[in-house]
């Protein structure tokens, strides 16, 4: 299994910007599929974005986060811009060896590694 851990998370003002960043080992993020999970208090884990050759994402988030990786890093990226109250939550990375349908992509129980978890507090 690959290991993961989450960095940048913070507080920021709605309306702001963050990149969370996700560093791999033990394994290449080549050949396994990446996602970004999200639970806020209360709220079951839920997908927020996900990369397993395309990149593909909520609705919630479409068009303001942005999925990316690094091979050379061995690192995936989640750039959120304009940031809501409601992307207030403990943003997880996610992975899995090989490719998956986005069916497989959007649900976390397919997904065998796990980071720690980063928190993201976005203030109104």
């Known amino acids: 299994q690959v290991q993961l851990v989450e960095s940048g998370g913070g507080l920021v003002q709605a309306g702001g910007s963050l990149r969370l960043s996700c560093a791999a080992s033990?394994?290449?993020?080549?050949?396994?599929?990446m996602g970004w999970f999200r639970q806020a208090p209360g709220k079951e884990r839920e997908f927020v974005a996900g990369?397993?050759?395309?990149?593909y994402y909520a609705d919630s988030v479409k068009g303001r986060f942005t999925i990316s990786s690094d091979n050379a890093k061995n690192t995936v990226y989640l750039q959120m811009n304009s940031l809501k109250s409601e992307d207030t939550a403990v943003y997880y990375c996610a992975g899995r060896f090989g490719r998956m349908p986005i069916a497989g992509l959007t649900d976390a129980r397919y997904f065998g590694s796990w980071g720690q978890g980063t928190q993201v507090t976005v203030s109104s």
């Open positions: 990369i397993s050759g395309s990149p």
């Open positions: 033990g394994g290449s993020i080549r050949s396994t599929t």
